[in-house]
C-alpha cells in the first residue's frame, strides 16, 4: 500500500540503496543450547534441523525477537494463519516458548 503511489524510477533507487547495504554479521555462537524439551515435535512440519519447506517456514536462525513475538501472537489468537498453531502455543508456558525462540534463534 505504502509504495504504490511511488514512480517505477523512485522503487528502482529504493532497491538500489537497499541492495548496496551489506548483511548484518551475525555473531556466531561456540555451541547452540541444547535442544528444549518438546521441541522435537515441532520438526514435523518445520522439517529437520528446522530448515523449513512444505508446510512450514524455516525457524533456524530467525531473530529471537521475531520468534517471541510470532510466538506470543499465535497464542492469544492475534496470528492466525495457521489453524494448528495457536492451539500448540497454547498449550506451551511463556518459560517454553522463550526456551524454544532462544534455541531456534541460535541455530
Not at 11 to 16: H, P, Q, S
Not at 17 to 37: D, E, L, T
Amino acid at each position: 500500500p505504502l509504495a504504490k503511489d511511488l514512480s517505477e524510477g523512485d522503487l528502482r533507487k529504493i532497491a538500489a540503496y537497499f541492495a548496496a547495504k551489506p548483511w548484518p554479521v551475525r555473531r556466531a555462537s561456540a555451541k547452540p543450547p541444547s535442544p528444549p524439551k518438546g521441541i522435537a515435535q515441532c520438526q514435523a512440519c518445520h522439517q529437520p534441523n528446522f530448515q523449513g519447506g512444505m508446510p512450514a517456514p524455516r525457524l533456524a536462525g530467525l531473530s529471537y525477537e521475531y520468534l517471541i513475538a510470532a510466538m506470543r501472537a499465535f497464542a492469544t489468537e492475534e496470528r492466525t494463519n495457521n489453524l494448528d498453531m495457536p492451539k500448540f502455543m497454547q498449550m506451551l508456558s511463556e518459560r517454553e516458548r522463550n526456551a524454544f525462540a532462544r534455541y531456534l534463534s541460535a541455530l
